[in-house]
């Protein structure tokens, strides 16, 4: 039983982790349509502002930081975690909406870069 942790306790040696996960997840997205903005206006892409990169980055903090919120909101003490990693450190409702933005996230990012392929293989 010493090596059971409460979900609050198993939540704050995995924030790092959650936190880091969640801005992967929203990178990866990011890195696509940066490459099908790329790939679609290749002679205007060198010309966009900084500043939309510097959004797409922001609002991947965003995203994990809301996340990382919930799930911290959601531990419980009561909760006993039998093995501490990032999905179990989340209790069930918030590891429903971490696993379903997560979902999401990855269909979108797998759109955009199928999108972005099609208008590859359609430039050659």
Do not use: E
């Amino acid at each position: 039983d010493d090596v059971m942790l409460s979900n609050l306790s198993c939540f704050h040696h995995s924030v790092h982790g959650i936190f880091c996960l969640s801005v992967q997840s929203f990178l990866g997205l990011t890195i696509g349509f940066d490459r099908l903005l790329a790939v679609t206006f290749p002679t205007k892409y060198n010309s966009l502002p900084l500043f939309i990169h510097a959004i797409f980055i922001f609002s991947s903090l965003i995203f994990a930081t809301l996340i990382t919120l919930i799930g911290y909101f959601d531990s419980k003490s009561t909760v006993i975690v039998p093995v501490c990693m990032p999905p179990t450190a989340f209790n069930v409702s918030s590891r429903l909406i971490w696993i379903g933005a997560s979902f999401i996230l990855g269909l979108f990012t797998l759109l955009v870069y199928v999108v972005a392929h099609v208008k590859c293989t359609k430039l050659q």
